[in-house]
């Protein structure tokens, strides 16, 4: 790795995945990175690890990294945890100093009410890098983020959403931990008692207009349905939609996600994979009347989200960038050649991940991103998941947990469905690849570059079912193993995080 590279050759993508590897991980760009944060603090407060958690390339545009820092606290038996996000941007001057601007009131708001400690400032900026620092609570876009940050302020909020508790009752005191932090895009927060007897944990998501409120209606009606037809698979109901914080709260599950599960296989995972495509069958039925108005999304709308998430890959891995692209096209004129049935009631974002296994049974989360569309790409989506973590993790296996998968959803779904969903698995295989495979990780070319192999094989066994002529692959190299056995141990180093 260089010692040295041009900010704007990176950013434009001329300096490939080498300059993205060297703005991340090089010791001057982390060197650069962690004075800024340490004089963002109050002393005594030291600056401890900054974990890398994810990084996004936007050609021509931006590189944003979000970290999570420790900060140690002389004098106290407690370190704290902060979320970061680093931008590193193409414009000039003048558009920094307009987005430093928007920031000032929101930071100064977050210092009165005490909520910005051990920071004495949550915004820096550094015109020679091109770099902006942001940590937690500080967002333009979501203002209420500093106040729903104030655990005084969440002791009233859970309070009047509270039921059962007498006015002369003492309202629980919750500690308040950032779980997601992405500026401009997306907020949850934890709030969990200092004493358990006084309640239980409670998540709050954090949106902007009346998201949360379509949000709430949707996830409500959506338990609703799953109790009665669910077969045993339930969903989590939103306990609140507060609309002046525009904030929807949810309660705390036990157990952890299908995808922790996957890493021990046996008849009861299959048997939880089989009851969550049963269910996911029964959330496909739910009545449109009882949904409510849904925005509608089709197989145009979707590859045209899937070509902006993976147009990194033309500029990073040119030939794997054009076969990405080649693969979006052979899957728009494949799917005019398949059976069509009218759009129905989808998930959006169905995957291992969203669906908790609790000791009560399997329970589906996160119903932000619910629409009007073809079942199929639910489908297609959990499929491909499914696909890209037992190649992340070097598992065998990955056609028994589908097989069981599609046990469950199968019985009574048009044949035509089944077959769209694998073309929807190949096209969410690019989209998740693109987003999910960490820039930071030393395999990242050949983990992305198999993946996408693996997608063309997924479309060309579709052309083979339909007896059609089978596309040469795009990619060139095998299938079957991963590039090599160190870049199969790498995905839990990556999960954990680059450090500096």
Same mark, same amino acid.
């Given at each position: ?18 300059? $993205? ?20 603090? /109050?002393?005594? =407060? ?5 974990? @890398? #958690?994810?990084?996004?390339? *936007?050609?021509?545009? *931006?590189?944003? +990294? ?5 900060? #140690? ?7 704290? =945890? ?25 930071? &100064?708001? =977050? $210092? ?9 400032? @949550? +915004? ?10 942001? %940590? ?10 500093? !106040?729903?940050?104030?655990p005084r302020y969440v002791r009233g909020v859970l309070a009047a959403g509270a039921s059962g508790l007498a006015s002369d009752e003492p309202r629980p005191r919750y500690a308040v931990t950032a779980i997601r932090y992405r500026p401009g895009q997306r907020h949850v927060l934890r709030y969990d008692p200092q004493d358990a007897a006084q309640g239980g944990t409670v998540f709050a998501k954090l949106y902007t207009g009346e998201d949360g409120a379509r949000v709430f209606h949707v996830a409500t009606r959506v338990g609703e349905w799953l109790a009665e037809h669910g077969q045993g698979v339930t969903a989590v109901r939103p306990v609140a939609c507060v609309v002046g914080d525009r904030v929807v709260l949810y309660p705390g599950l036990s157990g952890g996600p299908l995808s922790d599960l996957l890493r021990r ?43 902006? &998430? ?8 040119? /030939?794997?960038? +054009? ?10 004129? @494949? ?56 190649? =992340? ?38 989209? $998740? ?13 050949? !983990?992305?570059?198999?993946?996408? #192999?693996?997608?063309?094989? %997924? ?42």
């Open positions: 790795m260089k010692a040295t590279l041009n900010i704007t050759d990176v950013l434009s993508g001329r300096a490939r995945l080498e300059g $993205i590897r060297w703005l991340l991980l090089a010791p001057a760009p982390r060197r650069t990175l962690r004075d800024q944060l340490e004089g963002l603090l /109050s002393a005594p =407060a030291k600056l401890g690890w900054c974990r @890398l #958690r994810r990084a996004r390339f *936007k050609p021509g545009r *931006k590189l944003t +990294a979000y970290y999570d820092v420790l900060v #140690r606290r002389e004098g106290t038996a407690r370190d704290c =945890a902060r979320p970061v996000a680093v931008t590193w941007e193409s414009d000039g001057p003048a558009g920094r100093r307009h987005a430093m601007a928007d920031l000032a009131e929101v930071q &100064a708001e =977050a $210092i009165r009410q005490g909520v910005a400690a051990p920071f004495r400032q @949550l +915004a820096t900026e550094l015109p020679a890098w091109r770099m902006r620092i942001q %940590v937690s609570p500080l967002d333009a876009r979501f203002p209420q983020l500093v !106040r729903l940050s104030d296989p046996g008849r009861g995972v299959a048997r939880c994979l089989e009851r969550v495509g049963a269910a996911l069958h029964a959330l496909h039925r739910l009545p449109l009347a009882v949904a409510g108005p849904l925005p509608r999304h089709d197989l145009a709308a979707e590859v045209s989200e899937v070509a902006r &998430a993976s147009e990194h890959l033309g500029v990073l891995l040119p /030939s794997v960038g +054009a076969a990405a692209s080649a693969l979006l096209d052979r899957a728009q004129a @494949l799917h005019a050649r398949l059976p069509a049935e009218p759009p129905l009631f989808t998930h959006g974002d169905f995957k291992a991940e969203h669906v908790w296994a609790t000791p009560g049974g399997p329970t589906l989360i996160d119903f932000d991103t619910c629409r009007l569309g073809d079942p199929a790409l639910d489908v297609g989506k959990f499929l491909a998941h499914l696909r890209l973590w037992h190649l =992340a993790h070097d598992q065998a296996g990955l056609t028994r947990v589908q097989e069981r998968f599609l046990a469950g959803y199968a019985p009574g779904a048009p044949e035509g469905r089944l077959l769209r969903a694998r073309l929807w698995e190949a096209v969410e295989l690019v989209k $998740i690849t693109a987003r999910r495979v960490p820039l930071f990780d030393p395999d990242w070319a050949p !983990r992305t570059r198999q993946a996408i #192999r693996r997608a063309g094989a %997924v479309l060309r066994e579709l052309e083979r079912t339909l007896g059609l002529p089978a596309t040469p692959p795009a990619v060139p190299g095998g299938l079957e193993a991963p590039p090599t056995r160190r870049c199969a141990r790498r995905p839990e180093r990556a999960r954990r995080g680059a450090r500096c």
